[in-house]
């Protein structure tokens, strides 16, 4: 019977994770437009202005390019699915999720790339120079952040023992000690948050300037309800890895497994607080630097590899580090 | 029981070879025959490998047949080893002959083909059958000779030539190789079978190791010695190639595995070093390579020998982990080196099989004169992107699962003791976590290429979709990986005794884990589970599908492309394979392959077109292959007046000769 009941729990807490998720990618969002446009002294549109676009969107009839094949009106579909999967299997108001073992963090990190790989592939479907040259740049920042995303998982791994997320944040709540490890990985980890989510100084996700675009370029043949999805799941992507960041970073507040109503309610309080935190300080940083030009990218994401290398080199030597 | 069977198929894929020599009458019938039978043949191979791998397990009694040396005599046995590259080698050798009933109609020039292939079939049987050294060396060349043949089938070309030439010379140094370590491994007393190597007293156990991976590196295509792999590997009729590719790598592996693991005793920890680093080395240079070529072919050949290196960085964690006695984690990255083998056989089969598709329907193999055959091929496309999907290992397809047990390994090698190890195992694994990021640029660029965006060339535009037995075969594999990615537990279970008979361990057995989830050591410390993700994305892409389409919009309408308004109906303006490498090519290739381009532009009022030259170096081929090249054809020109002496100066040579070996003989003494 008590099995029952927590397995039906566990199955609660993982719906309204996956809920949570889509409900807040969008807030999260606006608030950093919000932000964004308050530190440029503009008024800048409301907090709930990317719930609207995305109703707009997919209300909208959609436009596809003659010779779109069917890889393209199936992969939008996919793109979110992933996406969405990935962000509701980071723990964010509560550890031992019902389904959170289904994939572990460099599962997690190979999901991403999933939805990244389709999503090259259709800026190449339709056959335009734009497309192809998003697809291009993308794979070549991929082909860096994934690495050095990976070897920050080892650090994080291996001090934790564990490259389970739940055992991650379990571990940091218990063992909350600064290490040289640990730092060098967070570091690298908001570095390849950023590159991943097309941020400045890496892309630009405003930007009409084609030749700069990343990200739009992929994307531009897209319209309507389209557009929508993939749209949705850039903004459950950022979210992602701010829980991400959070989950194994400042994993402070985070309710415990079996935990009460009370302690999740306060894991959501302070989730919700993490989000604003992490999405204010990526705009102070977006507002505080200049744009790089595409070729310096690689040796920007090249730091981040080189960190998660030395945190893990630095464990192989000693545990204690 | 299985090994008798086993030679009875095999002895069916010799005759078969004997008869397509003989045989005359129409070329289309011959052709389906003989692949009709090879498949049959393969087919109960398989069933053998796997009825051996499940319900027997051990080591089977040997067949001895009274061919071969007189006092050696001929043994063939199965062992779980030998079981599981049955399979693997039996699979792919069922679908390559399942899509050549299709495929080989169009071969033009059948004779050079149909001969040879069943004998190919048969060689690699025999090698994984081999109980002795001699059946083993035999059957070792007789498959090097029959796809070299398979190679030169159409030898007009000169580039084929070319690859013949290379692939023979290194394919008789590998078996050079291969020929002492056996020499050493029987030892003074001679003893040829290998259970007489097992109990022989053990002579230079490390050069045994150096030349075992000379012989069966050079086989598989580790780096240095891959540079006969793409030449070779592309020239050859699409199955083959496949064949090569997917199955002769790794009856190589196979052939590492029999010596290393097996006949060579303990291993000293500092060998899984030397493994190891090769096997990093190989897979950033193997997908580096692949990502510069724009002959498909070409590119999976390049990219089959990233995947040798996957799998070499599992057998090297395993040597490392046996070494220092830590059995439980050398049997998980065994069975990742393993579990790697038997995908890679998989997808690699299933993309040359495509490739061979598109070169049917267009005759191209450049991706520069095709483009958009999504449209023309659908089916063969959907097949291609699942064997891209896989290969570039992404979750829920195969490769994935393999990759992610090899950096479980990793994860548990600080445990190693010794600083060697301590400092090249995160090295290593970096490296594995870039190739694995650049495979994947690389399939994005193989599949953008030649299936998206609009026809290069009328070939790619008029192209219609393959036959049916081609199509199965694909669709048959494409099957499969998603079979071993969505349930790997099963596929880990079947190899647990091939690590229990090497290794003395295995992995926990996964198939009883609730929700068929993937643990290798406990739940608390990683687990992976493909079918649950494979559920999870498929119901929430589905009910994206719904929401949308009931309570929002499904209208769609086709317009021209918007291309920020400013579309082009020209195909060149479109990204082509060497665009969109471009910008790896100049962070990566500057170093690996010393890449330079140079713009020439027109001076100010000439209307000439700019042009823009790449040039890259192969630095391998000049620093090692070209200058050997070079000492051997001086010492050749040296050596050419020896052959043009008087009666009187060759008998003086031969007294030199013959006082010097004498004394020789009595220092020695």
């Known amino acids: 019977m008590v099995v029952i009941l927590d397995l039906i729990l566990g199955l609660v807490v993982q719906g309204l994770q996956m809920v949570l998720v889509l409900a807040l990618a969008p807030l999260l969002l606006g608030f950093t437009r919000k932000v964004k446009a308050r530190l440029l002294r503009r008024r800048g549109p409301p907090v709930l202005q990317p719930y609207r676009d995305l109703l707009k969107l997919i209300r909208k009839e959609a436009v596809l390019a003659q010779n779109a094949s069917w890889l393209f009106r199936a992969a939008p579909y996919l793109i979110f699915a992933t996406t969405w999967v990935a962000a509701a299997l980071v723990p964010t108001f509560a550890t031992g999720l019902s389904f959170n073992w289904a994939a572990d963090l460099i599962a997690l990190t190979a999901l991403v790339g999933s939805a990244r790989f389709l999503l090259a592939l259709v800026g190449m479907d339709v056959g335009t120079s734009f497309g192809g040259i998003g697809s291009s740049r993308e794979m070549l920042f991929a082909s860096l952040a994934e690495p050095a995303m990976i070897m920050i998982v080892f650090t994080v791994a291996l001090v934790a023992g564990s490259t389970q997320l739940s055992a991650i944040a379990n571990f940091m709540l218990d063992n909350a000690t600064l290490r040289v490890s640990l730092g060098l990985a967070a570091t690298g980890l908001v570095i390849v948050a950023v590159a991943e989510n097309a941020r400045i100084p890496v892309d630009n996700p405003a930007t009409h300037l084609e030749l700069t675009m990343v990200h739009e370029a992929m994307v531009l043949e897209y319209s309507g309800r389209h557009l929508a999805l993939i749209e949705f799941a850039a903004a459950l992507k950022l979210l992602l890895y701010v829980s991400l960041i959070a989950c194994m970073f400042v994993p402070w507040g985070i309710a415990p497994a079996g935990a009460g109503i009370g302690a999740m309610a306060w894991g959501l309080l302070t989730y919700v607080g993490k ?42 030597v000693s545990r204690s580090f | 029981m299985p090994t008798a069977v086993a030679l009875c198929g095999v002895a069916v894929l010799l005759g078969t070879a004997g008869l397509a020599l003989v045989a005359r009458g129409r070329a289309a019938a011959i052709s389906k025959l003989v692949y009709a039978v090879c498949l049959a043949a393969a087919v109960v191979l398989l069933l053998a490998g796997c009825v051996h791998l ?29 079981a599981f590259f049955l399979i693997v080698v039996n699979l792919g050798a069922a679908g390559a002959s399942l899509f050549a009933i299709g495929y080989g109609e169009h071969e033009t020039a059948p004779e050079r083909v149909l001969p040879f292939y069943p004998a190919f079939l048969a060689g690699m049987n025999l090698v994984v059958l081999a109980d002795d050294a001699f059946s083993f060396l035999f059957a070792w060349e007789l498959m090097s000779l029959t796809s070299w043949a398979l190679v030169l089938a159409h030898h007009r070309d000169p580039d084929n030539r070319h690859a013949g030439y290379v692939y023979i010379l290194m394919a008789s140094f590998g078996t050079l190789a291969l020929l002492l370590a056996f020499g050493l491994l029987a030892g003074g007393s001679g003893g040829y079978a290998f259970d007489q190597m097992r109990e022989g007293a053990r002579v230079l156990p490390a050069l045994v190791l150096i030349l075992a991976l000379l012989g069966a590196g050079s086989k598989a295509g580790l780096v240095p010695l891959h540079v006969w792999l793409p030449l070779a590997h592309p020239a050859a009729p699409s199955h083959v190639s496949a064949l090569m590719s997917g199955v002769m790598t790794k009856v190589a592996v196979y052939g590492f595995i029999r ?40 590119l999976l050949a390049y990219h089959t020998v990233e995947n040798i290196g996957i799998i070499f960085i599992g057998l090297g964690l395993a040597l490392a982990f046996s070494a220092h006695g830590l059995s439980a984690p050398a049997a998980m990255a065994f069975t990742a080196g393993l579990l790697h083998v038997f995908n890679h056989s998989l997808f690699k089969s299933l993309l040359f099989f495509g490739s061979g598709a598109i070169l049917n329907a267009t ?120 079979l071993a990615g969505i349930l790997p537990g099963l596929f880990i279970d079947a190899l647990a005794p091939v690590a229990q008979r090497l290794l003395g361990a295995s992995m926990p057995t996964q198939s009883f884990i609730p929700w068929l989830s993937i643990v290798p050591i406990a739940e608390s410390r990683s687990s992976y589970n493909g079918l649950l993700v494979f559920v999870f994305v498929g119901v929430s892409a589905l009910a994206a599908v719904q929401v949308i389409h009931r309570y929002a919009s499904r209208e769609l309408r086709r317009g021209p492309a918007w291309d920020c308004g400013f579309p082009d109906p020209d195909p060149a303006t479109q990204y082509t394979a ?69 009666i009187r100066q060759y008998l003086s040579l031969v007294f030199a000769a013959l006082v010097s070996l004498l004394l020789v003989l009595s220092i020695w003494s």
């Open chain 1, 275 to 316: 989000l604003f935190a992490g999405g204010f300080l990526l705009v102070l940083a977006e507002t505080s630097v200049a744009k790089m030009r595409v070729f310096r990218v690689p040796a920007f994401l090249g730091i981040a590899l080189m960190l998660g290398l030395l945190g893990t080199l630095l464990l192989f």
């Open chain 2, 54 to 82: 499940i319900f027997i397990q051990g080591r089977a009694e040997p067949v001895v047949l009274p061919i071969g040396l007189p006092w050696i005599g001929a043994h063939f046995r199965l062992d779980a080893l030998a």
């Open chain 2, 259 to 298: 010596i290393v693991f097996d006949l060579n005793g303990a291993p000293a920890w500092w060998w899984s070093i030397l493994i190891i680093a090769l096997a990093g080395i190989t897979c950033v240079m193997g997908v580096l390579s692949a990502l510069m070529q724009h002959d498909l072919k070409r």
């Open chain 2, 363 to 482: 005759a191209e193999r450049d991706m520069e004169h095709l483009g958009g055959l999504i449209h023309t091929m659908p089916l063969t496309a959907f097949a291609f992107l699942t064997g891209c999907a896989a290969i570039s290992a992404l979750p829920p397809l195969n490769g994935f699962v393999s990759e992610w047990l090899t950096f479980q390994a990793i994860l548990l090698s600080p445990t190693l003791p010794s600083w060697g190890l301590k400092l090249i195992v995160p090295a290593v694994g970096a490296m594995l976590a870039l190739s694995a990021a650049l495979a994947a640029a690389c399939f994005v660029k193989a599949f953008g290429v030649t299936f998206l965006g609009r026809a290069r060339s009328v070939a790619a535009q008029s192209a219609t979709e393959t036959d049916r037995c081609s199509l199965t075969a694909m669709f048959a594999f494409a099957g499969l990986c998603l």
């Open chain 2, 578 to 646: 060497d665009s969109f490498a471009q910008p790896i090519r100049r962070v990566f290739g500057a170093v690996v392959f010393r890449a330079r381009e140079r713009v020439e532009m027109p001076p100010p009022g000439d209307a000439h077109a700019a042009r823009l030259t790449v040039t890259l170096r192969d630095l391998i081929w000049d620093t090692l292959y070209a200058p050997l090249a070079r000492a051997i054809a001086l010492a050749a020109e040296k050596l050419n007046r020896l052959q043009f002496l008087t």
